[in-house]
Nanobody, 119 residues
Framework: VQLQASGGGLVQAGGSLRLSCAAS????????MGWYRQAPGKQRELVAT???????AYADSVKGRFTISRDNAKNTVYLQMNSLKPEDTAVYYC??????????????WGQGTLVTVSS
């Protein structure tokens, strides 16, 4: 499995979810990994990035609510999402940052994991 995201589900506004993404070694060895999301009718957007050294960056829309982390020994990236809002509803994917690195290696996005936040 090259990129497999899991952990999504239905949650009420204000709730929390933790997403996980198992990545193949040849993807995970790339410096930065990130979580992207695509809401219905919208373009895919990058919401969180983490380098191999642990430096992180977040989109303004999730800053202070989401936390990205990685376990280099397990080739796994996590996204802790707190204080969820209905506008966080989307399919969430993990991939390299920039994702074009993975694309050039022939790695697709995978199925992603659906997060639905009810009001």
């Amino acid at each position: 499995v090259q990129l497999q995201a899991s952990g999504g589900g239905l949650v009420q506004a204000g709730g929390s979810l933790r997403l996980s993404c198992a990545a193949s070694g040849r993807i995970f060895s790339i410096n930065a990994m990130g979580w992207y999301r695509q809401a219905p009718g919208k373009q895919r957007e990058l919401v969180a990035t983490i380098t191999s050294g642990g430096s992180t960056a977040y989109a303004d829309s999730v800053k202070g609510r989401f936390t990205i982390s990685r376990d280099n020994a397990k080739n796994t990236v996590y996204l802790q999402m707190n204080s969820l809002k209905p506008e966080d509803t989307a399919v969430y994917y993990c991939n390299a940052v920039p994702f074009t690195i993975a694309t050039r290696l022939g790695v697709d996005w995978g199925q992603g994991t659906l997060v639905t936040v009810s009001s």
